[in-house]
């Protein structure tokens, strides 16, 4: 279908099929940077609402801050990924 005739012709190779002619693919590689925020709860939900703010991230992106153990501490962390085509 996207050979020529001339390139392949079924009746010289007979129960043959045609192969693709190769082609090369762009890779896609994924940039990954990872946040982690530490400390009090309230001054880390307006950090993640303040990067939501600005376009930086989704509030979905983040995990629910959780305690550490230590008194009034938290974590929250959030993988930012960003695609680049590879030359």
């Known amino acids: 279908m996207f050979q020529s005739?001339?390139?392949f012709n079924s009746e010289a190779n007979p129960g043959q099929t045609p192969s693709p002619?190769?082609?090369?693919l762009s890779?896609?590689?994924q940039e990954t940077l990872r946040h982690i925020l530490l400390g009090d709860?309230?001054?880390?939900?307006?950090?993640?609402?303040?990067?939501v703010a600005?376009?930086?991230?989704?509030?979905?992106?983040w995990t629910e801050p959780h305690p550490t153990g230590r008194s009034g501490e938290?974590?929250?962390?959030?993988?930012?990924?960003?695609?680049?085509a590879a030359l």
Do not use: K, Q
């Open 74 to 84: 938290y974590i929250s962390l959030m993988t930012h990924r960003r695609g680049r």
């Open 27 to 29: 890779t896609y590689r």
């Open 5 to 7: 005739s001339s390139e």
């Open 41 to 51: 709860y309230d001054p880390m939900v307006a950090a993640i609402n303040h990067l």
């Open 21 to 24: 002619a190769p082609f090369a």
């Open 54 to 61: 600005l376009g930086y991230c989704e509030r979905i992106a």
